[in-house]
T-cell receptor, first 109, second 112 residues
Framework: KQEVTQIPAALSVPEGENLVLNCSFT??????LQWFRQDPGKGLTSLLL?????REQTSGRLNASLDKSSGRSTLYIAASQPGDSATYLC????????FGTGTRLLVSP | EAGVAQSPRYKIIEKRQSVAFWCNPI?????LYWYQQILGQGPKLLIQ????????DSQLPKDRFSAERLKGVDSTLKIQPAKLEDSAVYLC??????????FGSGTRLTVV
């Protein structure tokens, strides 16, 4: 049974810092690893999807990597902004997703 | 294209009452999911439909939860009777075959 964990649970940084969010999963036979953003009271916004054959994906200031052998994925956010404040969730699977518990990010001006 | 629509946005009920949530997926999306997200946790899959058939309902508490997807389009999720621990956000998602999920804004349920 796939289990996904995220560290840290919460993170507070000043604006402009580069930061890394971590995600680990127990079953390396995953199809995809996906990172989502969730704003308070809102649904999920897909940020990046890494297919099992890929090692990383980039979108703007976001870069996500996948290391299946170690069961880990990281989301790198460059030059953080207050607008990046949200909860970030990683999820393993193809369409049926197993989510981690999320990292609550606060970026202060 | 229009996104996944869910209603109501918020619902407050007393324990032992019943409640129903509605989801309208993106047009043409054959696969539909219901997830439960308890405060401070990640979403957990409750049920997956392919058209109007159930693919996976292994994590659905069938003694009190039920879901249907008539005509393979809209879906409803019902809880009867509700318990305090059912307080959560209920998220609906839909997808095309082989494509990633699209999530609705969710319904926030509070059971008092």
């Amino acid at each position: 049974k796939q289990e996904v964990t995220q560290i840290p649970a919460a993170l507070s940084v000043p604006e402009g810092e580069n930061l890394v969010l971590n995600c680990s999963f127990t079953d390396s036979a995953i199809y995809n690893l996906q990172w989502f953003r969730q704003d308070p009271g809102k649904g999920l916004t897909s940020l990046l999807l890494i297919q099992s054959s890929q090692r990383e994906q980039t979108s703007g200031r976001l870069n996500a990597s996948l290391d299946k052998s170690s069961g880990r994925s990281t989301l790198y956010i460059a030059a953080s902004q207050p607008g990046d404040s949200a909860t970030y969730l990683c999820a393993a699977g193809f369409q049926k997703l197993v989510f981690g518990t999320g990292t609550r990010l606060l970026v202060s001006p | 294209e229009a996104g996944v629509a869910q209603s109501p946005r918020y619902k407050i009920i007393e324990k032992r009452q019943s409640v129903a949530f509605w989801c309208n997926p993106i047009s043409g999306h054959a696969t539909l999911y219901w997830y439960q997200q308890i405060l401070g946790q990640g979403p957990k899959l409750l049920i997956q439909f392919q058209n109007n058939g159930v693919v996976d309902d292994s994590q659905l508490p069938k003694d009190r939860f039920s879901a249907e997807r008539l005509k393979g389009v809209d879906s409803t999720l019902k809880i009867q009777p509700a318990k305090l621990e059912d307080s959560a956000v209920y998220l609906c998602a839909s997808s095309l075959e082989g494509r990633k999920n699209n999530f609705g804004s969710g319904t926030r349920l509070t059971v008092v």
